[in-house]
Nanobody, 124 residues
Framework: QVQLVESGGDSVQAGGSLRLSCAVS????????MGWFRQAPGKEREGVAC???????LISDSVKGRFTISRDNAKNILYLQMNNLKFEDTAMYYC??????????????????WGQGTQVTVSS
């Protein structure tokens, strides 16, 4: 059974930093592409970043230069380092796994499995 469990969400002030983690199990993690998405109340789920099985990354323009995605294949963990947080980064953050791992795209339909989310709240 595939499981993705996010953690690390918190309430922070603007300009602060957080690191989200996503622990995965139930499949060969290293062969999958992985992504981070977020969803604010009343808005559609938005892609943030993705990383393929070779470690190549894509970052959304909205967070480029502030967020970094990485993965530890030995520990089966996906990370999202978020720096210089802004009020508009407030959302529920989800990690996702895609069975095609040779490249990734930041699109909801690319991913087969999803976590339950972790809340990030940024106060201005």
């Amino acid at each position: 059974q595939v499981q993705l469990v996010e953690s690390g969400g918190d309430s922070v002030q603007a300009g602060g930093s957080l690191r989200l983690s996503c622990a995965v199990s139930g499949y060969t993690y290293s062969t999958y592409s992985m992504g981070w998405f977020r969803q604010a109340p009343g808005k559609e789920r938005e892609g943030v970043a993705c990383i393929d099985s070779n470690g190549r990354t894509l970052i959304s323009d909205s967070v480029k230069g502030r967020f970094t995605i990485s993965r530890d294949n030995a520990k089966n963990i996906l990370y999202l380092q978020m720096n210089n947080l802004k009020f508009e980064d407030t959302a529920m953050y989800y990690c996702a796994a895609g069975s095609r791992g040779d490249y990734c795209i930041i699109a909801v339909g690319w991913y087969n499995y999803w976590g339950q989310g972790t809340q990030v709240t940024v106060s201005s």
